[in-house]
């Protein structure tokens, strides 16, 4: 029975990602090009002209929020249109019908996210060290922070797509909700510069966490605590897939 | 051993629609089973709750002894479903979409080749293996679904109007397939559209409408209740129309005579009438497929029965 589980998670797995290297031109192409785009203006142009921020140089201290931001829009992206594709082709039913726990139909899923993040945070990493030499302060969690943020966004994403009745309503969130909160989640910026209200406000964004996480298992510094971070990390995480979890139980979306 | 066992089973939808009234329905292993019905009949409905795709609202059902309620993954896995729509990745292939399915039924990728290929042979695909699957036909598509149903060795194959769109050449092989399948051992329920399809296949049938079972019974006992058929006969153009004693006809025009024939009758005494009143017959044809005429009488007196009962 556990063997038969493990087959099916890992069918699950391989089909995700098999899907997401198929069509690679849309999948990992756009976010290697979009991050050199960064690394150009924002680090070389505009970057010298902004000096050091947190004791390193501009260029550096953005290079791990903006791996973060690849991390967390594809891993979101990958699971909402791949799972919704499915409920639109129905071939959701093929799963529907096999006799695959609830929890590994999440897992599986959320599995094929976090190995496209992986992928992503592997290439815009190699991107970045054509333009700067990156330090690393604590492996252990850069790849806990990595594994943490993924899954959290793949299963955001794969809640979107559960109660998404239309491709627009897979472009909603990313686009109203996820951008701006990555953008002012401290990817470009210390939250040190921010007048002291605004910091508070940005601590409420959790994006700060796992950005700073992040960036403390490169450089070392960060605006928050990474303790904080991890454990909101974990948190959410327990969170958003027991609600995935229930959703696909009761489901939604999914059966009539 | 019953292959399926359902009992009192309502499904009412979102919004109010009452599409099953409570059926029973048994299913014996090894049988070959047509579910009939026209459409909005139910019988989407009730191969949706059994293969786990729709919810029910009360009643039970068992799959080889396994309630869905209590043993639904042993009861999974004893099924093998074909859809009505097609329902798989357009853009995966053939072989990936069989393995996968095999794959979620827990088959090692190993085995679920070795599989993908005996099945892919069977239903002439394994040509086709490398291509997506949105570049199949019709009929390739339906038999691609069949491929899948049987990766995981179902006891039950349960098609929803299989050959729907297939032109007659694929649909009688699906059909030479199908019966060998049977006689392996695999139960099958069909719903179709053909009647001759079932005629061809079943050996027993339920007829469902608006959600009620309004016949279940062996295909010879159906059958056994049409004791009248109609034919239709061409004939040279007449000058005078033919007269046939002791028969029910109709002359449509001066050269097509339409005549009922009781079954315990048969055809000869209208042959002889016509050549003794030197009425040559060119050819002749059934009127129409008898079991269609009997499944129309069935299913109307069924609404004649529920409306009276309301």
Redesign the interface.
Same mark, same amino acid.
């Given at each position: 029975m556990v063997? *038969? $589980?493990f =087959?099916?998670l890992? $069918? =699950?797995w =391989?089909?995700e990602c $098999?899907r997401f290297l198929?069509i690679w031109v849309q999948t990992l192409v756009p976010p290697a090009i979009t991050m050199s785009l960064y690394f150009i203006i924002f680090g070389s142009l505009i970057g010298k002209r902004i000096g050091e921020m947190g004791g390193f140089s501009y260029m550096e201290f953005i290079v791990p929020g903006l791996i973060m931001m690849s991390v967390i829009t594809n891993s979101y992206a990958n699971v909402s249109s791949s799972f919704f594709?499915?409920k639109f082709?129905?071939?959701i039913?093929?799963?529907?019908?096999?006799?695959?726990p609830n929890w590994i139909i999440v897992l599986g899923f959320v599995g094929g996210g976090v190995a496209r993040a992986i992928l992503i945070g592997i290439i815009v990493t190699c991107v970045s060290l054509l333009f700067v030499d990156i330090h690393i302060h604590n492996f252990a969690i850069i790849v806990v922070t990595l594994l943490l943020t993924s899954s959290l966004f793949a299963t955001a994403g794969l809640i979107n797509a559960i109660f998404a009745k239309t491709f627009d309503d897979i472009s909603v969130v990313p686009t109203f909700v996820l951008t701006p909160l990555t953008y002012l989640g401290g990817v470009f910026y210390s939250l040190t510069l921010l007048p002291e209200f605004w910091q508070w406000v940005s601590k409420i964004n959790p994006i700060v966490y796992m950005v700073n996480g992040f960036r403390y298992g490169f450089l070392g510094v960060s605006d928050v605590n990474y303790v904080t971070s991890l454990g909101l990390l974990l948190v959410f995480n327990v969170v958003l897939f027991t609600l995935a979890y229930q959703l696909i139980n009761r489901?939604v979306g999914i *059966?009539? | 051993m019953k292959a399926l066992d359902i009992s009192g089973l309502t499904k009412t939808y979102k919004g109010g629609t009452q599409a099953l009234k409570g059926i029973d329905l048994e299913v014996q292993e090894g049988d070959f089973f047509a579910l009939l019905g026209p459409n909005g009949a139910g019988k989407s409905t009730t191969i949706g709750i059994i293969s786990s795709l729709i919810n029910k609202s009360t009643g039970s059902a068992k799959v080889f002894g396994h309630c869905l309620d209590k043993e639904l993954v042993e009861a999974k896995s004893c099924i093998g479903l074909v859809p009505q729509e097609f329902n798989f990745n357009q853009f995966e292939t053939l072989f990936q979409i069989v393995v996968n399915q095999a794959g979620y039924y827990g088959v090692p990728r190993d085995i679920a080749k070795s599989k993908a290929e005996k099945y892919l042979k069977q239903l002439d695909l394994w040509e086709k293996r490398n291509e997506p699957a949105r570049e199949l036909s019709g009929g390739m598509k339906r038999r691609l679904m069949i491929a899948r149903a049987l990766m995981h060795e179902p006891k039950m194959l349960i098609l929803d109007e299989p050959t729907a769109g297939v032109d007659i050449e694929i649909r009688r092989s699906m059909w030479t397939f199908l019966k060998e399948i049977n006689k392996q051992g695999i139960t099958i329920i069909l719903t179709t559209h053909y009647l001759e399809e079932a005629e061809m296949l079943c050996r027993n049938i339920a007829i469902i409408d608006k959600g009620v079972i309004v016949e279940n019974t062996s295909m010879k006992a159906l059958l056994s209740q049409l004791n009248v058929e109609t034919f239709v006969l061409d004939l040279p153009v007449q000058t005078k129309p033919p007269v046939l004693n002791g028969f029910e006809y109709r002359n449509l025009d001066d050269h097509t005579l339409e005549v009922d024939v009781l079954k315990d009758v048969g055809l000869n005494d209208v042959f002889t009438q016509l050549s003794q009143q030197g009425v040559t017959v060119l050819s002749m044809r059934n009127k129409a497929n008898r079991l269609e005429e009997l499944f129309v009488r069935m299913v109307e007196s069924g609404r004649a029965q529920q409306q009276g009962a309301s």
């Open positions: 063997n *038969r $589980t =087959i099916a890992r $069918t =699950i =391989i089909k $098999t198929r594709s499915a082709q129905r071939n039913e093929e799963l529907l019908v096999a006799p695959v489901g *059966r009539s | -």
